[in-house]
């Protein structure tokens, strides 16, 4: 059943100041910090050219369910295409542009990013990764979304309200486990507990400039060579990946509010950056633009962190 048309709420990820802008038919449903969002048009583009953010400068996550009609997804560099039955999360505070190619039917969840990866770290992993509701987490995640979308909450107490945003969101985190599950299960078991082991010890040393394959070998047991055959199967070599996480981590706490107080060099040090000068080329060249104007708000690049796909 298509949604009913609403005009007095704003539709922001339709890159709109309000509804009455948008040519078709919009229900939505705001618990809390969540919002679900059912929309039905024509032909349609979204493009933002930066990200976009409620007053406080919160960064927000977006969950597409493809309902009806195709629609293409241009964020990051990577091109994703959606069909009927496919979901897909995305961020909201990243540069994209989304095209619906002809009349469609969608489903959108917004979702506060930093609660939200608070929750599950992994949520990062369904980023830019068309996932299918024929899979059993994902199928029971579109029938809570539909449930919410059709629900009357203003008939119901508020605190029953924010249990049933919250159940959303911890499906949601459910979906990531399964599929950083499903991933590792397409691997021999043994070479998981090994890579498991390897980036736990890492991750504790995080802030030893120092850190080596070496210091692995003797901390460990795990011989160079290994370690070299088992991140061969990766994504990125051991070095990339621990110079990757490093300045992510940074790229995360420049903006952390309890990091605030503490000066950028102090920052990049404490997780294994030994020279400013080093933290900040690195930087530059991982996210488009200086640690600094990160910090003051700027919006982040569109070119760089290329967007994974499975």
Request: proline fraction near 7%; include cysteine; charge should be positive.
């Given at each position: 059943?298509?949604p009913?048309?609403?005009?007095?709420?704003?539709?922001?990820?339709?890159?709109?100041?309000?509804?009455?802008?948008?040519?078709?038919?919009?229900?939505?449903?705001?618990?809390?910090?969540?919002?679900?969002?059912?929309?039905?048009?024509?032909r349609?583009?979204?493009?933002?050219?930066?990200?976009w953010?409620?007053?406080?400068?919160?960064?927000?996550?977006?969950?597409i369910?493809?309902?009806?009609?195709t629609?293409?997804?241009?964020?990051?560099g990577?091109?994703?295409?959606?069909?009927?039955?496919d979901?897909?999360?995305?961020?909201?505070?990243?540069?994209?542009?989304?095209?619906?190619?002809?009349?469609?039917?969608?489903?959108?969840?917004?979702?506060?990013?930093?609660?939200?990866?608070?929750?599950?770290?992994?949520?990062?992993?369904?980023l830019?990764?068309?996932?299918?509701?024929?899979?059993?987490?994902?199928?029971?995640?579109?029938?809570?979304?539909d449930?919410?979308?059709?629900?009357?909450?203003?008939?119901m107490?508020?605190?029953?309200?924010?249990?049933?945003?919250?159940?959303?969101?911890?499906?949601?985190?459910?979906?990531?486990?399964?599929?950083?599950?499903?991933?590792?299960?397409?691997?021999?078991?043994?070479?998981?507990?090994?890579?498991?082991?390897?980036?736990?010890?890492?991750?504790?040393?995080?802030?030893?400039?120092?850190?080596?394959?070496?210091?692995?070998?003797?901390?460990?047991?795990?011989?160079?060579?290994?370690?070299?055959?088992?991140?061969?199967?990766?994504?990125?070599?051991?070095?990339?990946?621990?110079?990757?996480?490093?300045?992510?981590?940074?790229?995360?706490?420049?903006?952390?509010?309890?990091c605030?107080?503490?000066?950028?060099s102090?920052?990049?040090?404490?997780?294994g950056?030994?020279?400013?000068?080093?933290?900040?080329?690195?930087?530059?060249?991982?996210?488009?633009?200086?640690?600094?104007?990160?910090?003051?708000?700027?919006?982040?690049a569109?070119?760089?962190?290329?967007?994974?796909?499975?």
């Amino acid at each position: 059943m298509p949604p009913t048309p609403v005009t007095h709420l704003p539709a922001p990820w339709f890159d709109m100041d309000t509804v009455k802008d948008f040519p078709g038919t919009y229900r939505s449903q705001t618990l809390g910090a969540l919002t679900v969002t059912q929309a039905a048009g024509a032909r349609h583009s979204v493009r933002r050219d930066s990200p976009w953010r409620t007053g406080s400068n919160e960064p927000y996550l977006l969950v597409i369910w493809q309902r009806r009609g195709t629609a293409t997804l241009v964020q990051r560099g990577s091109t994703l295409r959606l069909v009927p039955g496919d979901m897909l999360v995305h961020e909201a505070g990243q540069p994209y542009r989304l095209d619906f190619e002809g009349p469609f039917e969608v489903t959108v969840a917004r979702i506060p990013a930093a609660p939200m990866r608070s929750l599950c770290p992994l949520i990062d992993t369904l980023l830019g990764v068309v996932q299918n509701c024929r899979q059993p987490q994902v199928a029971l995640l579109t029938a809570m979304a539909d449930c919410h979308a059709a629900t009357d909450y203003a008939a119901m107490p508020r605190a029953a309200a924010l249990h049933a945003a919250e159940a959303l969101r911890q499906t949601l985190a459910g979906c990531a486990l399964g599929a950083v599950v499903a991933e590792q299960q397409r691997r021999p078991s043994m070479s998981q507990y090994h890579l498991g082991r390897i980036r736990q010890y890492a991750l504790k040393r995080i802030g030893d400039s120092t850190l080596s394959i070496n210091e692995l070998v003797e901390a460990l047991g795990i011989s160079a060579a290994h370690i070299h055959r088992l991140f061969a199967g990766e994504a990125q070599s051991f070095s990339t990946w621990l110079w990757d996480t490093r300045l992510k981590l940074c790229h995360l706490a420049l903006r952390a509010p309890e990091c605030s107080g503490q000066p950028i060099s102090q920052i990049a040090y404490q997780f294994g950056f030994s020279h400013p000068a080093h933290f900040s080329r690195a930087y530059r060249n991982h996210f488009g633009m200086t640690p600094s104007a990160w910090r003051a708000g700027a919006p982040a690049a569109a070119d760089h962190a290329a967007t994974r796909r499975r």
